[in-house]
């Protein structure tokens, strides 16, 4: 089975410019999560969904972070206007639904961001 | 916010040599899971400990739950420079939403040969 994919794996831009990354999770995942990566910070959730349905965007730094899943297969996650600060790797997981314990979550590969 | 502290931050030995690393908070989690990231990729699931006091193995990786369910170790026997990458551990906290997991901010370790 495919893990989940994210593409571009690397993106470098001015700052200003809109930055937009991809999902897709593995098929059958009921949750999809965006974390971001930092050497000061860690690993951060911003925000995830059930069911392609947004449960808690509360880790979402700014109106400047939007977070869509369209569909079961593909989520997206923009930052317009980008800025320096938003320099990082932005990974996206999914995990399967079941009750009595906590989920695994799968990770992609991560897309390193870099913002001039 | 519930933080859950990994210590060393930093760890460095040689190949052979044993280590433990820690994962520590106030809180109580329902489980605890422990993952492993290597450069360029996504973490990858090492292990869950659900239940107080349990002791999983993984070859050479012992992982513990404390009793009270707040705390966690792991223990890597005869360290192999393949052992080598950033541990995180992450925490499902008890009540709280089913998808949410709060992640330490890893213990990077290298195992030189």
């Known amino acids: 089975d495919a893990g989940v994919i994210q593409s571009p794996r690397h993106e470098v831009t001015e700052m200003g410019q809109e930055v937009t990354l991809r999902c897709k999770p593995i098929?059958?995942?009921?949750?999809l999560f965006w974390y971001r990566q930092t050497m000061m910070r860690g690993l951060e959730l911003l925000i995830y969904?059930?069911?392609?349905?947004?449960?808690?965007d509360s880790g979402m730094p700014e109106d400047r972070f939007s977070a869509k899943m369209p569909n079961a297969s593909f989520s997206t996650l923009k930052i317009q206007p980008s800025e320096p600060r938003d320099s990082a790797v932005y990974f996206c997981?999914?995990?399967?639904?079941?009750?009595?314990?906590?989920?695994?979550?799968?990770f992609g590969d991560g897309t390193r961001l870099s913002i001039l | 916010t519930q933080l859950l502290e990994q210590s060393p931050q930093f760890l460095s030995i040689q190949e052979g040599e044993n280590l433990t690393v820690y994962c520590n908070s106030s809180?109580?989690?329902?489980?605890l899971q422990w993952y492993r990231q290597e450069p360029g990729e996504g973490p990858v699931l090492l292990v869950t400990v659900v239940t107080g006091g349990e002791v999983k193995k993984l070859k050479r990786l012992t992982f513990q739950f404390g009793d009270a369910r707040k705390d966690s170790s792991l223990h890597i026997t005869a360290a192999q420079p393949g052992d080598t990458g950033l541990y995180l551990c992450a925490g499902a906290h008890r009540g709280g939403s089913q998808g949410n997991l709060i992640f330490g901010k890893g213990t990077k370790l290298s195992v030189k040969p």
């Open positions: 809180s109580v989690f329902s489980s």
């Open positions: 969904f059930n069911n392609n349905v947004p449960i808690d």
């Open positions: 997981a999914s995990s399967p639904f079941f009750v009595g314990a906590s989920q695994p979550q799968h």
């Open positions: 098929s059958g995942h009921d949750y």
